[in-house]
T-cell receptor, first 120, second 116 residues
Framework: DTAVSQTPKYLVTQMGNDKSIKCEQNLGHDTMYWYKQDSKKFLKIMFSYNNKELIINETVPNRFSPKSPDKAHLNLHINSLELGDSAVYFC???????????????????FGPGTRLTVL | AQSVTQLGSHVSVSEGALVLLRCNYSSSVPPYLFWYVQYPNQGLQLLLKYTSAATLVKGINGFEAEFKKSETSFHLTKPSAHMSDAAEYFCAVRASSGGSQGNLIFGKGTKLSVKP
């Protein structure tokens, strides 16, 4: 059974288009993340959701909008795609305990296989 | 703010030789540290983690890492490299302050090549 799955695995599209990447986890975790890996392999957090609530929103253009219909899913919608959006996007999940605004458990994150987005 | 520095973007060893991948961290609070491995065209897989228990942490595939507070280091080692160890290795610290709590802060990665 796949723990964290993403679709599609590859996505090739033209500049200006709108696209979505889906992520699902069957681990029963309550926190999900989106990371971006650039061409130099550098990984950076984009968003984090805990129980469908946005926790982290790094300095990401508002063309990127995460949506969490339930705690097992965290989808990423991107509007008006640009060349610089080309990267590999990873979804991850973990089991964390949230008290107020703090995440107080430090379990490891489980990553999906990634979605390679190419904008032409 | 926390950060991680991986020394050496590329390390090459011979099969059977010692593997040493270096990671230094910066953190004003006790850190939670992780090593992940990424095989070509795949996602990240956890090798091991340090969460303030034993300072010598054993992971999968024969890897281990030692947390040294005095040196702010968390270097990854394996006594004998195997061809299948060729991959990209990432050291990460768990953010524990500010608005970005809970996410991982990654180093820039070290590509390990293993020569026959």
């Amino acid at each position: 059974d796949t723990a964290v799955s993403q679709t599609p695995k590859y996505l090739v599209t033209q500049m200006g288009n709108d696209k979505s990447i889906k992520c699902e986890q069957n681990l029963g975790h309550d926190t999900m993340y989106w990371y971006k890996q650039d061409s130099k392999k550098f990984l950076k957090i984009m968003f984090s959701y805990n129980n469908k609530e946005l926790i982290i929103n790094e300095t990401v253009p508002n063309r990127f909008s995460p949506k969490s219909p339930d705690k097992a899913h965290l989808n990423l919608h991107i509007n008006s795609l640009e060349l610089g959006d080309s990267a590999v996007y990873f979804c991850a999940s973990s089991q964390d305990i949230r008290g107020g605004t703090r995440l107080s458990s430090y379990n490891e994150q489980f990553f999906g296989p990634g979605t390679r987005l190419t904008v032409l | 703010a926390q950060s991680v520095t991986q020394l050496g973007s590329h390390v090459s060893v011979s099969e059977g030789a010692l593997v040493l991948l270096r990671c230094n961290y910066s953190s004003s609070v006790p850190p939670y540290l992780f090593w992940y491995v990424q095989y070509p065209n795949q996602g990240l897989q956890l090798l091991l983690k340090y969460t303030s228990a034993a300072t010598l942490v054993k992971g999968i595939n024969g890897f281990e890492a030692e947390f040294k507070k005095s040196e702010t280091s968390f270097h990854l080692t394996k006594p004998s490299a195997h061809m299948s160890d060729a991959a990209e290795y990432f050291c990460a610290v768990r953010a524990s302050s500010g608005g970005s709590q809970g996410n991982l802060i990654f180093g820039k990665g070290t590509k390990l090549s293993v020569k026959p």
